[in-house]
């Protein structure tokens, strides 16, 4: 199995800026893909931002231009740098990852989230 987790997050103005982390670890896996997700009170999970093991990067409309998502592959680490950033962003952020192993063979983990607030 891969466990994952995050850190950063918090509170924050709007129009200001946070970087959420997460951290990968385990035994002989592979990430193939990060994503963040992010989900508010009375609303459903939505998909923030994704990376794949090329690079292709993929983000939420309303997110693009303001958040961007990258990972170094050799510490197996994903990091969104948040900017920007307005009430509406106000969330727990999750990160989410798609792994190969020898043995299952593939799986997703997710972190613990993190709470992000955006004060107006």
């Known amino acids: 199995q891969v466990q994952l987790v995050e850190s950063g997050g918090g509170l924050v103005q709007a129009g200001g800026s946070l970087t959420l982390s997460c951290s990968a670890s385990?035994?002989?896996?592979?990430?193939n893909t990060w994503g963040w997700h992010r989900q508010a009170p009375g609303k459903e999970r939505e998909l923030v931002?994704?990376?794949?093991?090329?690079?292709?990067?993929n983000y939420l409309d309303s997110v693009k231009g303001r958040f961007t998502i990258s990972r170094e592959n050799a510490k197996n680490t994903v990091a969104v740098q948040m900017n920007s950033l307005k009430p509406e962003d106000t969330a727990v952020y999750c990160c989410g990852a798609g792994w190969m192993t020898p043995v299952p063979g593939a799986g997703r983990s997710w972190g613990q989230g993190a709470q992000v607030t955006v004060s107006s």
């Open positions: 931002a994704q990376i794949t093991s090329g690079g292709s990067v």
């Open positions: 385990g035994s002989g896996f592979r990430i």
